[in-house]
């Protein structure tokens, strides 16, 4: 059973790699890898990071799936060369097709528009496509977060043919089962800047939906109208479930209090002047 893949993550320069390696029991391999690169990747990464690294670095790993941001160029080709020669001593390797190393992060367009090349490459990890991009308003650097197109797709077909083998159930029964679908998609795919994602996968379902209810009768079709009213109980409207770490914190801890809005100020338009606040002590 072959591990599969390890990605990048934000930094200036990143690693996209795949490893490959035998394990008996498919269903036991991410498990298996998990204790596995605990030891032969997570604390060589501890060491050569404190030994070698000048710039920041950055891990993010998952099972199987990982990956390393870099602050400087060269130090992502030595940790990539000195990486391979880490897994050869332990039956690994790099799939020479998928590893990649891409320049990513807050400089990288403009870096990029300088050198006359074109936008930073992009990189798929746990679902999304990372994008770098920018803030609608104050235009400062963002790492935009899509569904990746393949699991879209291969999400909707297989809600499609399950449509197809439950569209003679009644309506009751099969707008439960899309409901925890739908939700459990919004669950894990609500993250900022992915509403246009979420709203396609709702979109589809429906178009499926409504074809497998008409094709259960030739004679009586399902209408729109009445259709809609189903739709409207039992699919969820996307949201965002998952905002940035920072939207999360100022939610919590506001930068200033309710009161401060307003505050409990005394107005006065003339008249007898006011007296101290405090007294002063006695002149001797």
């Not at 990189?123 to 790492?143: A, E, Q």
Request: positive net charge.
């Amino acid at each position: 059973m072959s591990i599969p893949r390890s990605e990048p993550r934000s930094g200036n320069y990143c690693l996209q790699k795949r490893l490959f390696c035998k394990i008996v029991g498919g269903p036991s391999s991410p498990l298996l890898a998990n204790v596995f690169l605990h030891y032969v990747f997570d604390l060589w990464f501890q060491q050569w990071r404190s030994k070698f690294a000048i710039g920041d670095m950055i891990i993010v790993r998952y099972a199987d799936d990982f990956v390393v941001g870099f602050q400087h160029r060269r130090e992502a080709e030595r940790f990539l060369r000195e990486l391979g020669e880490r897994f050869e001593k332990f039956g690994l390797a790099l799939h020479p097709e998928k590893t990649r190393l891409i320049e990513f992060g807050r400089f990288a367009a403009e870096n990029r528009r300088k050198r006359g090349e074109r936008k930073p490459e992009t990189f798929t990890f746990l679902g999304f496509t990372h994008i770098c991009g920018r803030k609608f308003k104050s235009g400062g650097f963002i790492v935009k977060r899509e569904t990746a197109t393949k699991r879209l797709r291969t999400k909707l077909a297989e809600v499609k043919q399950e449509l197809t083998r439950r569209r003679h159930e009644p309506i009751l029964r099969q707008g439960k089962w899309l409901r925890g679908v739908v939700q459990g998609y919004f669950n894990y795919h609500g993250v900022s800047g992915n509403m246009a994602a979420l709203e396609a996968f709702r979109t589809e379902i429906t178009r499926s939906w409504l074809r497998a209810l008409r094709r259960r009768s030739q004679r009586h079709r399902m209408p729109w109208e009445r259709f809609r009213r189903h739709v409207d109980r039992w699919l969820p409207k996307p949201q965002v479930l998952h905002p940035y770490p920072t939207e999360r914190f100022f939610a919590k801890h506001p930068r200033q209090e309710p009161y401060a809005v307003a505050p409990h100020v005394r107005i006065c338009a003339g008249g007898r002047p006011q007296g101290r606040s405090l007294p002063r002590p006695a002149k001797k």
